[in-house]
């Protein structure tokens, strides 16, 4: 605490002596620029950006550091977080950043499990875009505006009251940006497909400089790079969504004891090749409390009145509670929300593979690799299975290498959570071990696929290794076109870039 200190009253006086300067220009401003130093760089900004540059001694600042949902990234501290509540703020911030050869992290919500994809260390800054988050229905109602900052759970709350919905994530404290750039699993999948098939405008600072509006009709290219992109090609804005009138949905978690687990994953394939308006995801989780596996399916059907037979089949099997009922979208997503907590600890991992037939030979897996870790009482493993439809799929418009004809295919998204930061490197090692077992099974079963979803890759994973070497092209085109100087892969090493 005491060093912290010190450092702030370093940042502070440097700001006081850029500040007599009397600068008035970005120009002016980049002409004192000097070394690549964080603390030279947060002066500057804050002088250009006058109580918009949060030092770590502000309470501003720290409040910030609490919304990340890894421990991990909260844990890093910048040289000072750059609060932008307009895209005219990020260019100059960006322009002072480029000239000065300064490293930084972008983040919206935080949700990343990847140490320094939205957080940075004391050399860095960190581009903060949670003070961007408003929501504004276009006056006819068929669109909205969303800044990249909102959460999920108040976008929801704010539409409801218009009788509307978007494809959003389902769990409340996610950001809007990061979800719809990492492409976005939303319950209107089988409708709209991945959430950022949906957008249809963005708002964007380039790495160029430049403040752009894209769509399918300006910009085509880069409208085109940015869906699943996780921002590989700038600072996102704002994000034009289509709505559509929803009141409630039919939705809720069922829980089911080990004996049923069978009959689980045989009802949820029936559920994934019905592609109707019912959908689920089948969550397994085993906690150092607790002592045994929870089975979870969550369902929600955006049609009240189900009547999918598979969906049914789901309620049918013998449970231990049920609570499936008539809810909002964001009722839902405060659920999901609380079993979801901000600031553990976290591991993070995901595989795509190619049909139903590996899952029973995956929860056997994670069932015996329980077996193999030390648990403390705050410690879990979860692991979720996840459906892409045909319908999903056949909605695409974005690079991934997902062929809808094959559908349906399966995420499988795996977690560790933990307190200890003692057990950092053992749990990652476990982690990445339990990977490449998993690959190597499925790689000679022809059953692992080559995607990677973006919102859930570890660090050691890649997005766009599977892309297709046309849409790789076309990626690596609007890269040189929009980001000439490569200022991203310069200056932001905590995302994957083309």
């Not at 085509?220 to 009141?247: N, Q």
């Not at 009547?307 to 979208?329: C, D, V, W, Y």
């Not at 079993?339 to 600890?345: D, K, S, T, V, W």
């Not at 000679?444 to 973006?454: G, K, Q, T």
């Amino acid at each position: 605490m005491f060093a912290r200190a010190v450092i702030s009253t370093i940042f502070l006086v440097a700001a006081q002596v850029i500040h007599t300067f009397a600068l008035r220009s970005v120009q002016d401003v980049l002409l004192y620029s000097g070394t690549r130093d964080g603390v030279e760089s947060c002066a500057i900004l804050a002088r250009q950006l006058p109580k918009q540059v949060f030092f770590p001694s502000d309470e501003g600042y720290m409040q910030r550091q609490t919304q990340y949902w890894s421990g991990q990234q909260a844990e890093l501290f910048s040289a000072c977080r750059v609060m932008a509540t307009r895209a005219e703020d990020v260019k100059p911030a960006l322009e002072i950043l480029s000239t000065r050869n300064q490293t930084f992290a972008v983040v919206a919500g935080g949700h990343s499990s990847v140490i320094g994809a939205s957080s940075a260390g004391d050399e860095s800054i960190v581009l903060d875009l949670s003070f961007l988050n408003n929501v504004v229905v276009e006056p006819d109602g068929e669109s909205v505006w969303i800044g990249p900052g909102a959460r999920w759970g108040d976008v929801y709350a704010l539409l409801e009251m218009k009788g509307l919905a978007v494809p959003g994530a389902r769990v409340a404290h996610v950001g809007v940006g990061g979800f719809v750039l990492g492409g976005g699993i939303s319950w209107f999948a089988n409708l709209f497909g991945w959430a950022c098939d949906s957008v249809d405008g963005f708002e964007v600072v380039t790495p160029g400089l430049e403040i752009l509006e894209v769509n399918a009709l300006r910009h085509e290219d880069l409208f085109w790079a940015l869906k699943g992109s996780l921002g590989a090609f700038g600072v996102v804005t704002r994000v034009r969504l289509p709505t559509v009138r929803c009141k409630e949905v039919l939705a809720g978690a069922i829980e089911y004891p080990d004996e049923a687990v069978e009959d689980l994953l045989d009802a949820f394939d029936a559920l994934s090749e019905e592609d109707g308006t019912g959908q689920s995801y089948l969550s397994f989780s085993w906690t150092g409390v607790t002592k045994r596996m929870s089975n979870i399916a969550y369902l929600v059907d955006m049609d009240t009145e189900s009547t999918s037979p598979a969906f049914e089949r789901l309620t049918k099997i013998p449970n231990i509670h049920n609570g499936l009922q008539k809810q909002t979208l964001k009722t839902s997503a405060d659920e999901i929300s609380a079993e979801n907590p901000l600031g553990h600890r976290r591991s993070k991992f995901t595989l795509t593979v190619n049909s139903d037939q590996p899952l029973r030979w995956i929860y056997q897996k994670f069932v015996d690799f329980i077996k193999t870790l030390g648990f403390a009482p705050d410690d879990l493993l979860r692991f979720t299975f996840q459906p892409l439809t045909l319908s999903h799929l056949q909605a695409q418009k974005n690079f991934f290498p997902l062929i809808p004809g094959s559908a349906p295919f399966y995420i499988i998204s795996v977690e560790m959570w933990w307190i200890d930061s003692d057990k950092d490197d053992y749990f990652e090692v476990q982690m990445k071990n339990l990977a490449e077992e998993l690959e190597n099974w499925l790689r000679a079963r022809s059953e692992l696929h080559d995607f990677v979803y973006p919102n859930y890759a570890a660090k050691w994973q890649d997005p766009f290794h599977g892309v297709e070497k046309k849409n790789r092209i076309a990626l690596e085109r609007a890269k040189r076109r929009y980001d000439p100087g490569n200022m991203w892969r310069r200056l932001v090493p905590g995302m994957w870039h083309v």
